[in-house]
């Protein structure tokens, strides 16, 4: 909604609103904005300069279309009734929502998700993506979210507006801690369960990954549930101390998963990043993890990795078969 | 000069209209004043719209003229049959679902298909979402997987030729999964870890002949790629287990991910020791490592040593050079 809008965005989005807006053939000017997720001004921006666009003098072949006191009128239709087909991306995307859609707590197969899935087939086809007859292809695209214990419960709370008391393991401080928090939202980013809760503990608005919760309650509480949007990447803060690490080949797996400043390649294939550490403990497991594929080059304080890995060789002592 | 969005309208108006392809003298002829007169300037101005029509989707349609004064020359039309989106007669309840459905997975191209097909955008922000990732390469393998055409593609510096059974998205990233001809056997390959396209503009994948192969009819990713992490990239034949103590404080996440059949001996302390696949070692040795001094790898014994001197590695950094 928000930035510059270029040509192609902009005549994308005219297309699909064209043939919408013959078929009802007036709407309130806000609806329409709302509809298709643009302002008011962009909408009747887009409008006007499109009336009257189509091969003059020929009336029926041309946009009739206006906007008077915040409603959007439409006349003659002729050009435009029909959709333009949908693209790849879309269809695939379309076919991944759907499918993804079906493995959330709270799906239904065989309800009205899946019969209307089964009527995509055909314009998947258009688009190029799916010859399979009848859309019983489902081995060709699996979607696999599998989900930790408790998240049913989790949407559920966060769907009623019912507080729990949770027992979560903190990575941070290394310990197991109760704590009360009223669920917002429960999403799956990059192959992990979260919910993004109001803390009890912290008094803040914080993000749980759901497979480090131990244990849960209702508390009997009930509170306002709220639309919330998920966040953002978490990861990435200006803030957060860097640390420069040199990396094997092997290791170059850190550019995918992490958010990296800078990436100098070096000889050999090693390459030399800059990346944001959001604590000590996460940087010795990462060294930990990389072992002699990653050399710490530069941090702020001691290398972390070093006190860790003599402590997990201490436990290495300790137990003996 | 009219606005570009006004010309571009004008030209899909026309070419979709035209009862014959016509020549870009006859675009420009039909659009008084709105491509420039110079020659130059106006075929690469004409370019540049053709290339923004196809980029929505637009099925441009181009032929040579043979013979005639005109002989030589390109033509254009736009097929209205391929144009327009065939109708769903989707039901309310269907519609209304699949828009939650992309609501829930806050898909760009996917809002797109939902306009199209009638629907609004969904402004209710549900309970549950999920971030699907989105590559470009994706669209065209999964046609292939459709169509049962095999695949060529570029994989960390080697060319791959894939007959594609299925995609995965598993962990937060999709795989495809299929037969590769130069190793004769079945393989899996990370989609986001394809090599970039060359500097020639080659496309990343490249899609052979479509019925070029049969899919094994039991064939279903789910199990072609086991759901345990350590298993990944490997035969579950060569798996080899290893006993790993898993302190009390991390005993019951991890008897949760590994399920309690996992688990061969529980201490008084809380701590247990559960049987881990180790098949695929860098993969064993990450889970083991990530869960730091709550993990001690106790057999078997080559096991335990390679764990041991890759600690002792870090523990005790070379400090004559940096490596490299």
Not at chain 1, 98 to 111: H, I, T, V, Y
Request: proline share 7%.
């Amino acid at each position: 909604m928000s930035g510059p809008r270029n040509a192609e965005d902009r005549l994308r989005r005219l297309l699909v609103m064209l043939p919408w807006l013959m078929e009802v053939g007036e709407a309130p000017l806000d609806e329409v904005a709302r509809r298709f997720n643009l302002s008011e001004a962009q909408v009747q921006g887009d409008l006007e300069l499109v009336a009257m666009c189509g091969l003059p003098p020929f009336v029926d072949e041309m946009v009739d279309v206006f906007v008077d006191d915040g409603m959007v009128f439409v006349g003659v239709p002729r050009l435009f009734t029909r959709p333009l087909r949908l693209t790849a991306p879309e269809a695939f995307s379309l076919l991944t929502s759907a499918r993804a859609a079906m493995e959330l707590p709270g799906a239904d197969p065989a309800g009205a998700l899946g019969r209307g899935l089964a009527k995509l087939a055909a314009v998947l086809a258009d688009a190029g993506i799916d010859t399979e007859p009848q859309g019983d292809d489902t081995a060709g695209v699996v979607v696999d979210l599998a989900q930790p214990e408790f998240t049913d419960e989790l949407a559920e709370a966060a769907a009623a507006g019912h507080e729990l008391a949770i027992g979560y393991y903190s990575p941070a401080r290394d310990e197991m801690t109760r704590r009360t928090i009223r669920p917002r939202h429960v999403f799956a980013d990059a192959g992990h369960w979260y919910v993004l809760a109001d803390d009890g503990r912290s008094h803040q608005r914080r993000t749980f990954r759901i497979d480090r919760i131990e244990s849960i309650e209702p508390t009997g509480l009930a509170f306002d549930i709220e639309s919330v949007e998920p966040p953002e990447r978490f990861f990435d803060d200006a803030d957060v101390a860097r640390a420069t690490v040199r990396l094997a080949p092997a290791a170059r797996w850190v550019l995918d998963q992490y958010p990296v400043d800078d990436v100098v390649e070096l000889e050999h294939g090693w390459v030399e990043v800059r990346l944001p550490v959001s604590s000590e403990r996460w940087l010795a497991k990462l060294l930990i993890r990389l072992g002699p594929e990653a050399v710490l080059v530069n941090a702020t304080g001691d290398n972390p990795g070093v006190a860790t890995a003599r402590r997990m060789l201490d436990r290495y002592d300790e137990h003996r078969r | 000069m009219v606005d570009r969005i006004e010309r571009l309208t004008n030209l899909l108006a026309l070419l979709l209209e035209t009862s014959r392809p016509l020549s870009l003298v006859e675009i420009a002829g039909e659009l008084v004043g709105q491509y420039p007169d110079n020659e130059r300037s106006r075929r690469a101005s004409f370019e540049r719209d053709k290339a923004a029509l196809r980029e929505i989707g637009v099925p441009i349609e181009t032929e040579m003229v043979t013979g005639g004064p005109y002989s030589g020359q390109t033509t254009y039309r736009i097929d209205r049959r391929a144009y327009e989106l065939t109708d769903l007669d989707l039901t309310p309840d269907e519609m209304r679902a699949l828009q939650v459905a992309v609501a829930a997975v806050r898909s760009e191209p996917g809002q797109h298909a939902i306009w199209k097909l009638g629907g609004a955008l969904d402004d209710e922000r549900p309970a549950v979402s999920a971030v699907i990732p989105e590559r470009p390469e994706l669209p065209a393998i999964r046609s292939a997987v459709a169509a049962r055409a095999p695949i060529e593609f570029s994989y960390r510096g080697d060319d791959r030729k894939l007959d594609p059974w299925g995609l995965l998205l598993r962990g937060g990233f999709w795989y495809v999964i299929g037969h590769d001809h130069a190793r004769n056997e079945r393989r899996t390959f990370r989609v986001d870890r394809f090599d970039p396209a060359d500097d020639d503009g080659a496309d990343t994948v490249r899609v052979g002949e479509p019925g070029s192969f049969d899919r094994p009819p039991s064939f279903d990713p789910r199990t072609a790629f086991p759901a345990d992490p350590k298993q990944i990239g490997h035969g579950a034949e060569e798996s080899v287990d290893a006993l790993v103590r898993i302190s009390a404080l991390r005993a019951g996440a991890v008897e949760r991910e590994l399920g309690s059949d996992r688990v061969v001996e529980r201490a008084g302390d809380g701590s247990v020791v559960v049987s881990v696949p180790a098949g695929n070692l860098p993969a064993f040795r990450s889970w083991v490592l990530g869960l730091l001094d709550h993990a001690v790898v106790e057999s078997p014994d080559d096991l335990r040593r390679h764990l041991i001197d890759w600690l002792t590695d870090v523990a005790e950094p070379t400090t004559e050079t940096i490596r490299p």
